[in-house]
C-alpha cells in the first residue's frame, strides 16, 4: 500500500500549486484527505473527498482557496491551492481514509503518503 505525494515548491503569495497523490489501487478505493503540518504544530486537516468524488470537505480557512478533486482512472488525488498565503507553509500530506468515521480527523486515515513540502513567501 503506497501513497506519492507530489507537486509540493516553493511559491510567492497569492500564487497557486496543484499537489497530486497517486495511490496502490487497493488503497484508492477509499475516501481520501489531504493534511498539513506546520513546524513546530499538529497535523491538521485541509481537505477531503468520498470515493466516488460526490462529497468534499474543506477546513474553513482554506475553503474558497483550494479544491480537491479525484480521478479514480488514474489512482490520483489532487489538491489545487490557489490564493495562496504564508501561513498555508507547511508540509501537505495525503491520506486514505479507512473508516467511516469523520473525515476530519487523523484518525480515520490508515495509510499516510510521505509529505511534499509548500512554502509560501510574503
Known amino acids: 500500500v503506497q501513497l506519492q505525494a507530489s507537486g509540493g515548491g516553493l511559491v510567492q503569495a497569492g500564487g497557486s500549486l496543484r499537489l497530486s497523490c497517486t495511490a496502490s489501487?487497493?488503497?484508492?478505493?477509499?475516501?481520501m484527505g489531504w493534511f498539513r503540518q506546520a513546524p513546530g504544530k499538529e497535523r491538521v486537516f485541509v481537505a477531503a473527498?468520498?470515493?466516488?468524488?460526490?462529497?468534499?470537505y474543506y477546513e474553513d480557512v482554506v475553503k474558497g482557496r483550494f479544491t480537491i478533486s479525484r480521478d479514480n482512472a488514474k489512482n490520483t488525488v489532487y489538491l489545487e491551492m490557489n490564493s495562496l498565503k504564508p501561513e498555508d507553509t507547511a508540509v501537505y500530506y495525503c491520506?486514505?481514509?479507512?473508516?467511516?468515521?469523520?473525515?476530519?480527523?487523523?484518525?480515520?486515515?490508515?495509510?499516510w503518503g510521505q509529505g511534499t513540502q509548500v512554502t509560501v513567501s510574503s
Open positions: 491520506a486514505a481514509r479507512t473508516t467511516s468515521g469523520s473525515y476530519y480527523s487523523t484518525f480515520e486515515y490508515s495509510y
Open positions: 473527498i468520498s470515493w466516488s468524488g460526490g462529497r468534499t
Open positions: 489501487a487497493r488503497t484508492f478505493a477509499y475516501g
